[in-house]
């Protein structure tokens, strides 16, 4: 998921295409790592705890 949102971002900056079509595609990314790192914190937090 991650390779295919890396690789949609790298096509649009390197088509020309100014910066403002940037916003919604970087603000997508930002929101899934966003999700994927509280998902990362709450799992390692239950490990530690060894509530797994």
């Known amino acids: 998921m991650l390779n295919l ?3 949609l ?5 390197f088509s020309g295409l100014n910066g403002t079509s940037l916003i919604l595609p970087l603000g997508i990314l930002i929101y899934v790592l966003y ?3 509280k998902d990362v914190k ?3 937090i239950e490990v530690l705890r060894g509530e797994v």
């Open 9 to 13: 971002v790298s096509k649009i900056v």
């Open 42 to 44: 709450r799992v390692f």
């Open 35 to 37: 999700g994927q790192a």
């Open 5 to 7: 949102i890396c690789t």
